[in-house]
């Protein structure tokens, strides 16, 4: 099952410093896992089927750790907006249309194509408050062949009346009976989802935290995104040392149990610190934070702390799924910071954005986003034909050129755990 060879020019992240290139190479694929890259076909292979992309790039498969699917549909949207009116002009009532059966269907049926041929091949997606258009849009993504995770969204106070639940209580009974129902599921898996502290009580947290723990689960959420934000949390909050300690408090980030924060933006040392002992990803979504106005997160810091990380699409505040152009904006946003800001945080190198965007977000699912020995196979073959150049490259100066250049349609074929998508 699953036992092949892809022939190409491969590119791999070992370590968030280090990539490996090997021009004509050999990956071996054997149920589904990676067996390494080889210049000749080891012996005990020479019977697997070499499937021939000879001249074309192969790379891991990217994770995008941070996509709100229902907002799929009106991206691009209030871009002059900051994100509280932002979330009041266009999330809430776009999301609260998915109690709508015939509505989720299509709108989740839009989102899931584009993912498929996107470059993403796992991710880590909130839903909506609404059960059944949650079950829906798993569904959805489990026939699609792609793996990750997918989140009811809880929220109950500060939304408005028309899309917040009724009590904590009933916001918890519901997401017991969506995670009995997601147990139909194999490639997509449940995540525990408080949209973010605002909006849910202390009563709803800590419940949520108590499903987390009881069912072994991963938790998502937002993070330090915005200072009018940040302040609100204050007033909700005052007993908490900061963002981060009101998931902690609640439950919902702890030692052993992994957890995604996205944006990061404002978080200092301590906060930083908090998340890494509490096995937390802090996840960077730069178009987002610059759509909205947010600010730039302190990407560096959080390499030299060590805190997990990756990237994340999040539409609709980010108006593209490719994880590529995230690199590139990750990438383009770093120097800002180091020119403007701070002279000590050094801008972030292709080694690190290609490894935030593979290996490092890859690894909240497993062993998952590189190729050496033992990871699943996840892999994209590049179409570089669209980009065409006078004079021959280097494997690096050909992936650099391709993160910045490609667009939708520049993938000819996708694998997701050694079963080809298309």
Known sequence: MNNFIMKGDICYSET?????????????????????????????????????????????GLSDLHVHAPQYAYRG???????????????????????????????YSMFVQDLKYSPTTRFCAFATIHTSATLKLMALLETSGLKGYVGKVNMD??????????SAEASLEATREWLMQSEQFHNVRPIITPRFT????????????????????????????????????????????????????AGLAAPGR?????????????????????????IHCPQCNMNIASGIAPVRKWLDIGVHMGLGSDVAGGATLSIF????????????????????????????????????????FGKVGSFEPGYELDALVLDESRMPHPQALTLRQRLERYICLSEKGDILSKYVAGTKIF
């Open 325 to 364: 152009r995230t690199m590139m904006e990750a990438r383009q946003v770093s120097k800002l910071v180091w020119r403007l800001l701070d002279q000590n945080l050094k801008p972030l190198t292709l080694e690190e954005i290609f490894w935030m965007g593979t290996k490092a977000g890859g690894s909240f």
């Open 258 to 282: 992994k957890s995604i924060m996205a944006h990061c933006v404002y978080s200092d040392e301590r906060e930083i610190q908090m998340m890494k002992d509490n096995d937390t990803y802090a």
């Open 157 to 166: 106070r500060n939304s408005p009346d028309y899309y917040c639940e009724e």
């Open 198 to 249: 605002p909006s849910c009580t202390d009563a709803l947290m800590t419940g949520l935290g108590a499903i987390a723990s009881g069912n072994h689960l991963a938790v998502q959420s937002h993070l330090s995104e915005n200072l009018s934000e940040i302040d609100w949390v204050k007033e909700l909050c005052p007993d908490s040392e900061n963002y981060m300690d009101t998931y902690i408090s």
């Open 77 to 107: 949207l209030g871009m002059d907006m900051e994100l509280l009116e932002w979330l009041e002009t266009y999330a809430f009532p776009e999301e609260s249309g998915y109690k709508e059966p015939a509505y989720a269907d299509k709108a």
């Open 16 to 60: 968030f410093d280090t990539l490996r290139f090997y021009e004509d190479a050999y990956l071996i694929c054997e149920n589904g896992r990676s067996m390494g890259v080889f210049t000749q076909i080891p012996e005990k292979y020479q019977h697997f089927e070499v499937l021939d992309y000879t001249g074309h790039m192969i790379v891991p």
